[in-house]
């Protein structure tokens, strides 16, 4: 190879001789270019040959001499313009695209290959790729504009694989609408030989056009088909475009496992990123070769860019594994591998979340000797503000805050002034506050949030009592005038107030208002269950308050909307209210709420202990006073014991208010909780080094359950007639039996 390397730097000092290039033709003279695209960086450098390509491409820059050129010559210098960087000049590139239409043009007449003009068109994407300027140009072309309206004359007799190149350029220059598309669709189930390369080019170019949608659906059997045949490369590309399509199959996890430690860096953080993005569910399986393989990646000199991307799945699936980053981001920031700009600041947030403190604070120090803050927009000047209330950086801390003192107070949205409210010191809270005063004289939605976020995070008699009288504004404004959207807001940031008398009377007026049926469905759901929450802070309740809550109930419409954590905020608060006090017809309502609401959260939920045990503990607990059906109560543990979770405290309270309710509860689940909860304690007693031992408390729970359970129903069943229970405990069983 030394040889070899020598030969070409004589050559080409050789060739680079006046006497010797004028006598080069045209054609010879592409040929060139296409030779020195070949030649690795080092040779390139000492023999000056990207110089040398610049020379060549002005000697095409008239029509004269473009006129010398064929297809296959003109593709020489696009693909060395494009593969080593060297723009050609506008007029250059002009006269390319005015000579490649001469020469495509009539179709029927052309004497070149359509397999060579597609190379071409391929060409050119390549071209508008790296050189995002002449893009329009490129795509406006009349060349361009021909292979778009006559594709179908050019695609005849043509091979995949120069159709799948075809198809990305096409795709670059967004020139596939639905005509070219139904085109290009029609081509493609012509074709009988389908390789996996060309398969993979066509569905990654194609994942976002909605126009080639139903490409998936042609080619779907056969890419599952031939999963264990994609090369490394092919199934990243085939995963990133079901991905970006949102077609995604849990059937690639295994062979994605499979090609993991084949992968390059570039193709596992698109896949990575593009898994995250898209909120993909990772199963375990994947994680864990992630987790085995990711050591051997970090060994590689990554950039910024890979980095960020690691870490965020390593925040997002196993925070635990985190200082697997620690040792290479130092060595990145060590070596000045990386770019002074927004993803540095991602980069620190993700460090400081997993708790990478070595990493955050040698990132801090770059930012605060290197970087202008003044480049920061107004969303990371508050993540970095909030990240340096961690890690202390006095000479940077002092920098940002006061970049956000002097920065316009409009600049930062509503969110961001909450953030900031709750991570500044005095001074900047002083400072929002002065400035919140000034511009809001009259509350709107965001000043309203904003109010609440200083209230809940700062006390200011002054400002207290200015909030007070701008919501009376609004809670005590003519009727024709009432914004209902804003008075919940307002009543919501009541239940923070330190003034409870006044917010009191603010309250009991607007539940007032508030109880009118035309008044309630101007008001979301969220909006319903924020006034009832701030009636159960103030543990207030009339016959207003509980219409309201029958309402919320009843507002079926938007149950699919609703969040788990929404759900929960609910239940809690149909628990705290005295439905009994008014009727069965609530009650009824809640048991249709409870159940919609569980047909809407499957799996998802039992998954979230110990937000689910809490959800279980409300629905049983109103079963007890309502008509609600016990099987759904049932149910829920019954998937919940499934998932294997350990019980909680919670969830033995949960089993012992289940055992009032025994004359409802079915054998087959009495059993199942019996067995459970023996098992648990059985297991906590002879086998402590699982960590499955709980505290006196708990146990005393296990007896309590297991006796309430038993006794609860006809020992004659025989669910463990032999269970033996310490004296000690026999005061909870007793309390828990019905005939006692």
Avoid at 242 to 255: E, G, S, T, V
Avoid at 279 to 297: C, D, E, G, M, R
Avoid at 393 to 400: A, E, N, T, V
Wanted: charged fraction near 20%; aromatic fraction near 10%; glycine fraction near 2%.
């Amino acid at each position: 190879m030394r040889n070899i390397g020598i030969n070409r730097f004589e050559y080409m000092k050789h060739v680079k001789e006046d006497s010797v290039y004028r006598k080069f033709s045209p054609q010879s003279k592409c040929l060139l270019t296409c030779m020195i695209t070949k030649f690795n960086k080092d040779l390139r450098q000492m023999t000056g040959s990207n110089e040398f390509i610049v020379k060549i491409f002005r000697d095409f820059s008239d029509k004269k001499s473009m006129l010398q050129l064929n297809l296959e010559s003109i593709n020489m210098l696009l693909v060395s313009s494009y593969k080593l960087k060297i723009p050609l000049t506008h007029k250059e590139l002009s006269l390319i695209l005015e000579r490649i239409h001469t020469i495509i043009t009539p179709v029927s007449d052309s004497i070149f290959s359509n397999e060579l003009t597609l190379s071409v068109l391929h060409s050119l994407g390549n071209f508008a790729r790296i050189f995002p300027k002449y893009h329009d140009l490129v795509r406006d072309s009349p060349p361009l504009q021909e292979i778009k309206e006559n594709f179908e004359l050019y695609s005849k007799d043509i091979r995949l694989r120069d159709l799948s190149l075809a198809i990305y350029a096409l795709e670059r220059l967004k020139l596939v609408n639905e005509n070219l598309a139904r085109v290009l669709i029609s081509t493609i189930k012509k074709i009988q030989a389908l390789d996996n390369t060309s398969l993979a080019t066509i569905l990654y170019s194609s994942c976002k056009n909605h126009n080639m949608r139903s490409i998936f659906n042609i080619l779907n059997d056969h890419v599952l088909e031939n999963l264990g045949k994609f090369t490394t490369r092919e199934i990243c590309n085939v995963s990133c475009a079901y991905l970006k399509a949102k077609l995604w199959r849990d059937d690639f996890f295994p062979y994605l496992s499979k090609h993991l430690p084949l992968m390059n860096i570039q193709e596992l953080c698109n896949v990575i990123h593009l898994l995250i993005n898209m909120k993909v569910s990772v199963p375990s399986q994947f994680k864990n070769a992630y987790i085995f393989h990711l050591p051997t990646f970090c060994r590689y000199s990554l950039d910024l860019i890979d980095y960020l991307t690691i870490a965020q799945s390593l925040y997002k699936w196993m925070p635990q594994n985190g200082t697997l980053l620690d040792e290479g981001i130092c060595k990145m920031i060590s070596c000045g591998r990386y770019k002074l700009d927004s993803k540095f600041l991602y980069l620190i947030h993700y460090c400081k979340e997993l708790r990478l403190s070595n990493s955050v604070y040698k990132l801090l120090n770059v930012v605060d000797s290197g970087f202008d803050l003044n480049l920061l927009n107004s969303r990371e000047t508050v993540i970095l503000y909030s990240i340096l209330r961690t890690y202390e950086l006095p000479s940077l801390h002092h920098k940002i805050e006061s970049l956000i003192i002097n920065r316009p107070f409009l600049n930062f949205s509503s969110f961001n002034l909450q953030i900031l409210i709750s991570v500044g010191t005095d001074k900047v809270v002083s400072d929002i506050i002065q400035k919140f005063v000034t511009m809001y004289p009259k509350p709107t939605i965001d000043a309203v949030d904003i109010a609440t976020s200083i209230i809940k995070g700062s006390y200011s008699e002054s400002f207290q009592n200015f909030v007070l009288l701008w919501f009376k504004s609004v809670i005590f404004a003519p009727s024709s005038s009432k914004k209902f959207n804003l008075i919940a807001k307002c009543l919501y940031a009541l239940s923070y107030m330190r003034n409870v008398n006044s917010a009191l009377i603010m309250l009991c007026r607007s539940f007032s208002i508030l109880n009118e049926k035309e008044y309630l469905d101007v008001l979301s759901f969220f909006d319903l269950v924020k006034l009832l929450s701030v009636s159960k802070n103030f543990n207030y309740m009339d016959q207003h308050v509980v219409h309201i809550a029958e309402h919320a109930v009843n507002s079926t419409k938007e149950y699919e909307n609703i969040d788990i954590d929404t759900f929960l905020e609910m239940l809690k608060i149909v628990s705290f209210l005295d439905f009994a006090s008014f009727g069965k017809e609530p009650a009824q309502n809640i048991g249709k709420f409870i159940h919609a609401m569980l047909t809407i959260f499957p799996d998802e939920l039992i998954k979230r202990e110990p937000t689910f045990t809490d959800i279980v503990f409300h629905i049983v607990f109103l079963s007890l006073n309502y008509s609600i059906d016990v099987s759904l109560s049932e149910n829920l543990i019954t998937r919940w014991i499934e998932f294997n979770h350990l019980p909680s405290h919670l969830f033995y309270q949960t089993l012992s208010i289940m055992a009032l309710l025994s004359d409802k509860l079915s054998v087959t689940f009495l059993n199942l909780a019996l067995n459970y909860v023996s098992k648990v304690n059985s297991i906590s007693v002879c086998d402590a080094n699982k960590n499955y031992s709980i505290n006196s408390a708990d146990t005393r729970s296990v007896h309590s359950t297991l006796g309430a359970l038993v006794s609860g129903h006809d020992m004659g069943l025989g669910v463990y007639p032999n269970t033996l229970l310490p004296i000690g405990y026999s005061v909870d069983i007793l309390l828990s039996m019905d005939n006692v």
